[in-house]
């Protein structure tokens, strides 16, 4: 028997926040499914139930980009909330070949933006 994943723990947490739902085939799946996870997770509600805290989960970590669509990917991972603007400025550009030279700045800037983010929650979390 094992305990539940953080990712697995998580989910069960918000299925049986659905158990109350007014909708009583909504509530019934909700309780259905939670039940499910516990069983294919190999675990038992009673060490689901006694297991104690989740951990901490792990902090973000930064991988330098090796390419443009490996940096807009960075972006919008990062904990940035994007602008509209900038928000649609990397969505435009993650299915192109190629960029301009324009593109590739602001690129780099945004990247640069992210990286300094995404380190500075990592900071906070320690």
């Given at each position: 028997?094992?305990s539940?994943?953080?990712?697995?723990?998580?989910?069960?947490?918000r299925?049986?926040?659905?158990?109350?739902?007014?909708?009583?085939?909504?509530?019934?799946?909700?309780?259905?499914?939670?039940?499910?996870?516990?069983?294919?997770?190999?675990?038992?509600?009673?060490?689901?139930?006694?297991?104690?805290?989740?951990p901490?989960?792990?902090?973000?970590?930064?991988?330098?980009?090796?390419?443009?669509?490996?940096?807009?990917?960075?972006?919008?991972?990062?904990?940035?909330?994007?602008?509209?603007?900038?928000?649609?400025?990397?969505?435009?550009i993650?299915?192109?070949?190629?960029?301009?030279?324009?593109?590739?700045?602001?690129?780099?800037?945004?990247?640069?933006?992210?990286?300094?983010?995404?380190?500075?929650?990592?900071?906070?979390?320690?």
């Open positions: 028997m094992t539940l994943s953080p990712a697995a723990a998580t989910r069960l947490a299925l049986l926040g659905m158990i109350g739902s007014q909708h009583d085939g909504e509530a019934l799946n909700a309780a259905r499914l939670a039940n499910r996870l516990v069983a294919e997770a190999g675990s038992t509600w009673e060490l689901v139930l006694c297991a104690g805290p989740l901490p989960p792990p902090p973000p970590e930064w991988r330098e980009p090796q390419n443009f669509p490996q940096a807009v990917a960075a972006c919008l991972r990062s904990p940035i909330k994007w602008n509209a603007r900038e928000r649609e400025f990397l969505q435009d993650a299915g192109r070949y190629s960029l301009s030279d324009k593109q590739k700045s602001w690129l780099c800037t945004l990247t640069q933006r992210a990286k300094a983010a995404t380190l500075a929650q990592s900071d906070d979390e320690f």
